[in-house]
Nanobody, 114 residues
Framework: QVQVVESGGGLVQAGGSLRLSCAAS????????MAWYRQAPGKERELVAF???????QYADSVKGRFTISRDNAKNTVYLQMNSLKPEDTAVYYC????????WGQGTQVTVSS
């Protein structure tokens, strides 16, 4: 079982940056995949980026070149650095840990004003 807690959301102007953090309750090296998802009002939850236990990363096309997922193994924390933010990035961002089952955080709100 894994618990994950997100932090770092907030209000930012278009073109700005934010860094989200996801702290896990166990070693992230033992977690197959750590991912960030987001859900905008009236839309389905979508995958933003993920990082595997071996360090392989993948991104949604909409965030490639702007967002970077990384991890600090010593802190059991995964980060999502978001640059050049756009109003369409506004959403609740969720951290996800995939072990045998999926574990979700409570989400953190990101609002990008135009």
């Amino acid at each position: 079982q894994v618990q994950v807690v997100e932090s770092g959301g907030g209000l930012v102007q278009a073109g700005g940056s934010l860094r989200l953090s996801c702290a896990a309750s166990r070693s992230i090296l033992s977690i197959k995949i750590m991912a960030w998802y987001r859900q905008a009002p009236g839309k389905e939850r979508e995958l933003v980026a993920f990082i595997t236990s071996s360090g392989w990363t993948q991104y949604a096309d909409s965030v490639k070149g702007r967002f970077t997922i990384s991890r600090d193994n010593a802190k059991n924390t995964v980060y999502l650095q978001m640059n050049s933010l756009k109003p369409e990035d506004t959403a609740v961002y969720y951290c996800n840990a995939q072990v045998v089952a999926n574990y979700w955080g409570q989400g953190t709100q990101v609002t990008v004003s135009s």
